[in-house]
Each structure stands twice: as structure tokens, then as C-alpha cells.
């Protein structure tokens, strides 16, 4: 279905930003090029009317078609310079099967919607099966994350948690190993060779990282770095993680 929308004040346009916390919005055009070379569905494609842009033959299937003006598309994407493209398409709904995962990286409360990009990034580049986003944290959908993560979203599969309590809970349910990680030498530490799977992987967020509870009740991960840096952000130190757990353990 084609639908032409010149203004913001078009209902159609304000029903969908309304609801935009329901949606991923990918904006630009080889994000967008490569998310149509995909086998996926994209509930609403934006084109703009005065660029005529020529779309190549697309694997994805789209709901409805918008042409849309130079007003409408900066409304959508957010950005200074409206892109030719944009594409909508839903935030998925689903459970981690911990049983199934050789490893869950767990990060609570993580702030910024770009450290949390980076970690899908990262993710999707070492094949990590699976994401779990507990505490009062970035959204994936963020525009932020969306631009930093780019299409390593629709990769790796997630689940939000209301809280780390509610997170370890379902892991130990499905007897799963919980292991901390933390900047600072104390506590109960662990090589990373003497790990054991499946598990879950804790990271805390920007500034405080994890309660010092959890830290007291598990076994904690820690990289090797030198005194005078107090820590390493954590979208890096999950990254550097992900590379030597796939070095040593395979994921």
C-alpha cells in the first residue's frame, strides 16, 4: 500500500510517532538498502518524494509504503539531514531459552543507549547467542543505540528483565552458572579458562557497575588492566570479553 504524506500534522505520521517506543526506526539509505536485502518484515517503508529514490529488488516484505516530504522524514529520523530512506519495523518479543545458550551476557542498568549498541555490535560479531537487559536502562530502540548498532540488532536475540533479581532468578531456574565481572581486584575471582557453561555473565552499568551484593554472591570475571585506569567503559570490557570467551571456549 502507497501512502503520500506531506504534512507532520498528518494523523497517519502522528499515530506512528505516538507509538515509536513500539518500534525500531532505522534511518539512512544503506541501512536501509541492506535491511531490504534481508528476509524480514518492514511494517512501514519511507521514501522521500523529492530525491524519487530507486529501490532495488527487495527480499523483505513491506506493509505499507510512505512518500513522504523533507519536513515529514526529519520529524521521523531525527536527524539534521533527513535521510532518503527510513524503515519501521517492530520490536520483537521473545524468551531466552538459558538452557540453550552457552552464554547470556547480562547487563544491568546501562545507561547509554551508545555503550549498548556497541555491545550488540559486538555480539552479533562473535556470535553471542543471546542479550539480557535488566534495571532502568538504555532501550534498544533508542535512536542512539539504533545508530550505533546499525542491523547487528535483528542478529542477536534479547530479553528484558524488570531487574538483576528477576534476570538470576530464571538463569538458576534453568541451572545455570551466574559469574560478576567488576574492574576492581577483591572477592572471589575466576579465570576465564576455569569457567563453566552454560551461563550468564553480568555487567553493571556506567558509574556504579553491579551492586555489591551480587558481587559478594558470585564468582567474579575480571580483565587485567593497569591500576591507573579506575575501569574500562563497558560497552569496551564486554567486547574484550566476547573476543577471549570465543578464543578460549568457543560461543
Known sequence: MKTEIVS??????????????????????KLVRDLLARPLRVEKLLVRADLGADLPPSRAKVGEHWRVSLRVMAKVSGMKSPPGLVAVLALPEMRIDFRRCRVVFGLVGVQDPGNLGTVFRCASAFNLPALALAGDGARPNHPKTVRAAQT???????????????LIAEAQAAAVRV???????????????????????????????????????????????????????????????MHELRRLHGL
Request: charged share 25%.
Open 152 to 166: 547487528a540488532l535483528l542478529d542477536v536475540p534479547f530479553q528484558v528483565f524488570r531487574g538483576p533479581d528477576e
Open 179 to 241: 559469574y560478576v565481572t567488576h574492574s576492581r581486584l577483591g572477592g572471589s575471582q575466576l579465570d576465564m579458562e576455569r569457567m563453566e557453561f552454560p551461563c550468564l555473565l553480568l555487567f553493571g552499568g556506567e558509574g556504579p557497575g553491579l551492586d555489591p551484593r551480587l558481587l559478594e554472591s558470585f564468582p567474579c570475571v575480571r580483565l587485567e588492566q593497569e591500576k591507573r585506569i579506575d575501569s574500562l567503559n563497558v560497552g569496551i570490557s564486554a567486547c574484550i570479553l
Open 8 to 29: 507532520p500534522a498528518n494523523p497517519r505520521l502522528k499515530e506512528l510517532l505516538a507509538a515509536r517506543e513500539n518500534w525500531y526506526i532505522f534511518a539512512g539509505d
